[in-house]
């Protein structure tokens, strides 16, 4: 039986929309780079994290599913994501507000719900907890 490990987008600039995520949801953090790491990195010509062309962002207590954003050269062909994340929270007005300021836009308002995007386009839900 399959197991559900890391659920990836496909981005323009990884290191970017990792951070943004890893600040949207509680309990993830971008995994960090050691000196080998950013030393396999410069072997591969790229300069450092910060162009780094496959970011991840784990959760905090080891858990899955991961975050994974890799770069990809061609352009987003759909208006409208065919997958998208669910945000729960307690406070929507609020947890809106602090999306918006780390780049997140709104896109449609409901009741209990938002519709947001993030910084490259991909769509998202929040939710206000029952």
């Known amino acids: ?18 951070r943004f995520w890893a600040a949207a949801v509680d309990g993830y953090a971008v995994a960090p780079y050691d000196d080998e790491e950013i030393a396999r990195l410069q072997s591969l010509g790229i300069a450092g994290p910060e162009d780094d062309p496959g970011v991840v962002v ?5 858990g899955v599913p991961r975050l994974y954003f890799q770069q990809v050269t061609e352009p987003r062909v759909a208006e409208k994501n065919r997958l998208h994340l669910d945000l729960r929270c307690d406070d929507l007005a609020a947890e809106v507000r602090r999306l918006v300021a780390l780049g997140a836009s709104v896109l449609a308002s ?9 910084p490259e ?3 998202f839900c929040v939710e206000e907890r029952p």
Do not use: I, Q, T, Y
């Open 110 to 118: 409901f009741e209990r719900r938002k519709v947001l995007a993030d």
């Open 121 to 123: 386009g991909n769509e």
């Open 1 to 18: 039986m399959a197991r559900l490990g890391d659920v990836v987008f496909d981005c323009r600039h990884a290191a970017s929309l990792a």
């Open 58 to 62: 784990e959760r905090l207590d080891s």
